[in-house]
């Protein structure tokens, strides 16, 4: 289909290594969105991009994280130095970004379910 | 506090009944209200976006926000055992895109 793809959609990996997590936006969505969701929590905001710029990161919760959009459609999410408290999934989303239109209607990925160990 | 509250659940009720899932919270300048639903292992998908006060129905689903008490609802008439899923409330500012504050979460079941 034609929806958002994340890879990879499980990775492991140990404390203090770094991880990349790649996301594919759906063909002509200028926003895209990443959050994090823990076990039995709602999604928790971390970045969003328009374009290839990132309008907002102040979800962000510290300088291990970021995240680049180069050339205004795949995005890659960087964790440096990861910790346990990073194990999470990592829900990337895409936009139409439409002025004054319906808004609020992001297409989500199914995940990237990370666990530090 | 958060800026959104949702009771976690889990609820469990039989099928054919009437649904009430609800979120308050805390910024009156949010402006823009949605309902997403999230099965097991899946992202969440849209089921119902509003804006500002007022009712908004589609099929089964009604969506009702009241501005002057922070509080957002949705109701599931008939509901059915496919309708078992988390449902999380949304909120945000701007009509574009923008950052979307979730709720944590309803866990829902129908029981047939």
């Known amino acids: 289909g034609a929806g958002v793809s994340q890879t990879p959609s499980n990775k492991v990996t140990e404390k203090g290594k770094y991880v990349e997590l790649r996301c594919d936006p759906i063909s002509g969505h200028t926003a895209l969105y990443w959050y994090r969701q823990s076990l039995g929590q709602g999604p928790e905001f971390l970045i969003y991009?328009?374009?290839?710029?990132?309008?907002?990161d102040s979800g962000l919760p510290n300088d291990r994280f970021f995240a680049v959009r180069p050339e205004g459609s795949v995005s890659t999410l960087k964790i440096q130095r990861t910790e346990r408290g990073d194990s999470a999934v990592y829900l990337c989303?895409?936009?139409?970004?439409?002025?004054?239109?319906?808004?609020?209607?992001?297409?989500f990925g199914e995940g990237s379910r990370l666990t530090v160990l | 506090q958060k800026e959104v509250e949702q009771d976690p659940g889990p609820l469990s009720v039989p099928e054919g009944a009437i649904v009430s899932l609800n979120c308050t919270y805390s910024?009156?300048?949010?402006?823009?209200f949605m309902w997403y639903r999230q099965y097991s292992r899946k992202g969440p998908e849209l089921l119902m976006y509003t804006y500002s006060s007022g009712n908004k129905e589609d099929g089964r689903f009604t969506a009702q926000v009241d501005k002057s008490s922070k509080y957002i609802s949705l109701f599931i008439r008939d509901s059915q055992p496919s309708d078992s899923a988390t449902y999380l409330c949304?909120?945000?500012?701007?009509?574009?895109?923008?950052?979307?504050?979730f709720g944590s979460g309803t866990r829902l079941s129908i029981r047939p």
């Open positions: 910024n009156s300048a949010f402006q823009y």
């Open positions: 989303a895409s936009s139409l970004n439409l002025a004054g239109g319906p808004s609020g209607e992001l297409f």
């Open positions: 949304a909120m945000s500012w701007y009509s574009s895109a923008s950052k979307i504050i």
């Open positions: 991009f328009q374009g290839t710029g990132a309008a907002d």
